[in-house]
């Protein structure tokens, strides 16, 4: 890979934009932050920190992410079928709370969101994401970390171990 990796975030509910915004200036890194607008996402001021603001609508920022993102890149969502989006086009993928997604691990991913969504629509309450804190945050640096450092050597990513997918 001869450019660096650009961070993309989906940022409408993002918790970790602020360790990405450091991430990012630490290496130098250009991250776009994507948003529908309906929220002011407040970013710090930096030539490398885009605002993208997209079209309300529930798939805008994905679908542009989709479409922007590159083989190497890094981008930075909740949102499974973006993540395994990202993965066809080369990219890599890490969830807020530390997973990163790969080909491995993403089908079941898939998978497990149908069926939750499946029995919500029955009427079965399906258990959240629970609460957010400081141990999800280093989660997050370190997967984050890690995959701007592979893409930085050009490397295939690497497949994701049990904990960090029931992370």
């Not at 450091?22 to 607008?37: D, E, F, I, Q």
């Not at 973006?82 to 898939?110: F, H, M, Y």
């Not at 998978?111 to 989660?139: D, I, M, P, W, Y």
């Amino acid at each position: 890979m001869t450019e660096r990796p650009e961070i993309f975030v989906d940022g409408d509910a993002c918790p970790v934009r602020d360790e990405v915004f450091r991430t990012a200036a630490r290496l130098g890194l250009v991250t776009h932050v994507v948003s529908n607008g309906a929220r002011g996402v407040r970013l710090p001021e930096s030539p490398d920190i885009r605002r993208v603001i997209v079209e309300a609508g529930a798939d805008a920022a994905d679908d542009w992410i989709a479409e922007h993102i590159r083989p190497g890149d890094v981008c930075v969502t909740a949102d499974i079928p973006l993540a395994s989006r990202c993965l066809k086009a080369g990219a890599r993928a890490v969830a807020p709370g530390g997973t990163v997604w790969n080909e491995d691990n993403i089908g079941q991913a898939l998978a497990g969101r149908e069926v939750s969504r499946h029995l919500r629509e029955l009427g079965v309450e399906t258990r959240g994401h629970g609460s957010f804190g400081a141990k999800q945050r280093s989660r997050f640096l370190q997967a984050l970390n890690a995959e701007i450092q592979t893409s930085l050597r050009g490397a295939a990513p690497k497949p994701a171990s049990w904990p960090d997918f029931f992370a």
